[in-house]
């Protein structure tokens, strides 16, 4: 369907209670279309071609989609392809009207979800643009500056706040911008002082997957997420970006060499250290949706290079889990200044570890104590040598991706190494531990902070509790498909008091990552930027004075009236 045999004569936007209905009309849709060459389009739910009702009218359902949708509605690679899917499913819907098109994530072919009921719109915009050059994207901020339409910015939608999606929003959707390169010798534009180094440069929508597979057939190691369909250039770069290599070699924004973006006044960028430099440093860690679209980026790569691995698992009963949390709170300060990174899982429970610097001799003997834990609480702990980062991906990345289509909400903080160092302190830590499994099952732990990184201080905007920070402990809550509006706010708000009162608690002065926060981190400002955040907002009010960008708690965030899916809290 197009424009002009759309039912969609006038589109009429309510984008808060404050702001007027504004109406944009046919013709103003079709010269948005013909400025960016036909790549407006109209967007549907991802799930509509297994209903036979679309916003309460009949609408024929299409069998053939439909079992392709079924059979790969928790496949992160099938979902990348769509721009109405995302990987954490709430966002696909308008939380706090119910509005919603999903299938029962446990079972997608269940008639249940799909019988006599209408798909819904959601938090999904009507319409986006398939981005392809930057011209697209300066029509873009030219068509809302002129009609109030908000804009939203889409790459991969992974993000766990839904800071990809705006009601009513138009939507920009990077993921077609695919090129990748490889230079032996990067200079950033205008930097002619500064050494060159190896780097990859990424189009916006490049994703892990892509790029890992890249570097490894140039002979490169790419330092990036735990994770194949996570993009490199959008949230994930601009939020921080850790990796099990981060303790080593830094975040995703330490080793960023240069953006290219659009600006909301219109303008084409480059930033970097040398030109746009406060602009860079905004984006290295504001997060993303914020200060402009990416089009591409560019990051540091190392040589291609072994690495050891601990994979452990143990069956966890009530009486080994002290010991188990104490093994890893009083060893965590000694295995992160010998550079390893990794996760602690809840299922299996375990680690999974990894480490650039150390022998496997070395790596066997400082992992001495929780192997033998292993052993003797019937469970296994490998030690090996992987020739690469590639093979360590292909092994326990790919392997053990987790699936996507849930509705799914985490909440996080990063524990500083004081809490490791005294006697008191790792009690506590243990304590908690305890506790958190007791009420919500085992905990969630990326290890991936730059604690023993080189790090040159001022360089980057994210909150620099994550330079003290040993571990980033995190715990998710999902819930059905299915639930009412009461029960969504109810699991919301009991996993916000668990990061407010418990998490935070362990560790007050500290932060929290933005990409992996609680939905409703209370704070976040501070948590998330520390004292960065007068400047950033400062930044935000240069490269953006009309708010043309707006997302979740983002920097120059304008409340939560102008983001009414976001159900608000019993308290
Ligand atoms: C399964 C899974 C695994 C993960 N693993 C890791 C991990 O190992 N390490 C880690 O650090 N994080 C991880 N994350 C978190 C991840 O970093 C965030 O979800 C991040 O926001 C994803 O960015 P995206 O651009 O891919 O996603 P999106 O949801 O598309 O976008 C996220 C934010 O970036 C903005 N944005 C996207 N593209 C652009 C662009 N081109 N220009 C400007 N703004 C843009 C969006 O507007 C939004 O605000 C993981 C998340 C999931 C769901
Ligand atoms: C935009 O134009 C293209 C090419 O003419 C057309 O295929 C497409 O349907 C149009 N988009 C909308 C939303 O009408
Ligand atoms: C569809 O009908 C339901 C129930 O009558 C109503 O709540 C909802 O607002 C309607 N949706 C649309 C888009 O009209
Ligand atoms: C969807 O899943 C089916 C069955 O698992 C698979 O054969 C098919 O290739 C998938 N489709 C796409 C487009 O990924
Ligand atoms: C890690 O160890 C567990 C337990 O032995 C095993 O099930 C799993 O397959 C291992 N993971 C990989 C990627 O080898
Ligand atoms: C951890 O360290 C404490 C001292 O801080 C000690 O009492 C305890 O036995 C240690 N736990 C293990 C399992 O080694
Ligand atoms: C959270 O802290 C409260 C006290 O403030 C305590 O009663 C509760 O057990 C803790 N819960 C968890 C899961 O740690
Ligand atoms: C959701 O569906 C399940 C069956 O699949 C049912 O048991 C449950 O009661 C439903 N929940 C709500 C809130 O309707």
Known sequence: MNLATGFLFAWSLRSSLSTPILEVSTDQWRELNASVDGRLHIARPFALPCFS?????SVPEDIEACSAIQA?????????????????????????????????????????ATTGISCEQGEIPPYYIDISTASDVQEAFKFSKQTQVPLSIKNTGHDYMGRSRRQNSLGLWTH????????PQFVPEQCGDLESQRAITVGAGVTFEQVYAFADDNDAMFVGAYAQSVGVSGGWVMGGGHSVLSPTLGLGVDRVLEIKLVTPDGKLRSANECQNADLFWALRGGGGGTFGVVLESTHRVERRIPLQVINMTFTPTSSNLREYFEILVNTSAEWAALGWGGHVNSAPAGIIYVNPRLSLAQATASMAQLSAFAKANDGTAVIETLPSWYDFFMKFIVEVEAPVGNLLALGSRLIPKANFESGEGRASLVAHLLAQTAARGMPYIPVGTPISFNYTPGTTSVTPAWRDAIWHLASGSSWPYNSTAAQTRGVLGSLHDFVHRNLTALAPNSGAYMNEGDVYESDHEFSYWGPNYPRLLALKQKYDPEGLLDCW???GWKGAAEFPCYPKLDT
Do not use: G, I, W
């Open 53 to 57: 009702l679309y916003k309460n009218r």
């Open 72 to 112: 790969n509605y928790t496949s992160p690679n099938f979902r990348l392809e769509s721009f109405s899917a995302n990987m954490n499913v709430e966002y696909e819907t308008c939380m706090s009207t119910h509005s919603q098109c999903l299938l029962d994530t446990t079972d997608p072919t269940s008639p249940l």
């Open 176 to 183: 077609n911008l695919q090129a990748m390169s490889f230079h």
């Open 553 to 555: 708690r983002c920097v």
